[in-house]
C-alpha cells in the first residue's frame, strides 16, 4: 500500500504503553506517532521502546486537542470500543490515515470523538491494553493491503507469494462515513 500512517494516544497515563506502541509502530512502518494531553518521557518509555521509534520517527507531542494538526487529506481514525463503531475486520483502511487511542483507564474524549473522521473497534468482549489494540490495528492495516495475496486455502502456507507488481493498494472509499459525528 502505498501511503503513510501515524498512530498516537490521548491522555496517557503509562508512558511504558506509550513506549510499547511506539516501537510496535517503529516495526509496522509506521511515519509518525504521537500524544495528545499526554507527555512523553523518553527516559521511561524507552524501557519498552528498545526500538528508540521517537529517535527514528517524528514523534507529534500535542498539548490538547487544539494543537492537533495532520497533513492534508490524513483522516483522523479514533480506536475505541463502541456498538456504533465499525468492526476491524469490516473496516476498509484509508491510504493516509492517523490512528488514535484513548488512555488505559478511560476512552477517547467526546471532543477528540467529534474530530475522527471514522471510528472503529476492535471485537472483544472488553478493552485490551493500549499497545495490544494499536498493534491489532496496524497488524489488520498490514495484512488488508492485498500485498500477501489469499490465503491459502488448506491448512499451512500457499507455496509462493504472488508477484511484486501485482501489489496494489485497494481503492480508496467513498465519502460516506460509517461513524456519524453526534
Known amino acids: 500500500m502505498s501511503g503513510y500512517f501515524g498512530i498516537g494516544v490521548e491522555g496517557l497515563s503509562k508512558p511504558m504503553n506509550a513506549g510499547s506502541l511506539f516501537r510496535t509502530a517503529n516495526a509496522f512502518g509506521a511515519s509518525f506517532v504521537f500524544t495528545i494531553g499526554a507527555t512523553y518521557h523518553l527516559a521511561h518509555g524507552q524501557r519498552a521502546d528498545t526500538s528508540r521509534a521517537v529517535r527514528s520517527l517524528p514523534h507529534y507531542d500535542w498539548a490538547d486537542l487544539s494543537a492537533l494538526v495532520l497533513p492534508r487529506g490524513c483522516p483522523l481514525i479514533g480506536v475505541e470500543l463502541l456498538e456504533e463503531a465499525c468492526e476491524l475486520p469490516r473496516f476498509r483502511h484509508p491510504v493516509r490515515a492517523a490512528y488514535v487511542l484513548g488512555p488505559e483507564r478511560g476512552s477517547v474524549s467526546p471532543d477528540l ?31 488488508s493491503t492485498a500485498r500477501f495475496g489469499a490465503r491459502a486455502q488448506n491448512l499451512g502456507a500457499p507455496r509462493a507469494l504472488p508477484a511484486p507488481e501485482t501489489w496494489r493498494a485497494p481503492p480508496e472509499r467513498s465519502a460516506s462515513r460509517s461513524f456519524e459525528k453526534g
Open 113 to 143: 470523538m467529534a474530530r475522527c473522521d471514522e471510528v472503529i473497534q476492535i471485537p472483544t468482549q472488553f478493552c485490551v491494553n493500549v499497545a495490544i489494540a494499536g498493534a491489532l490495528v496496524m497488524y489488520d492495516r498490514l495484512i
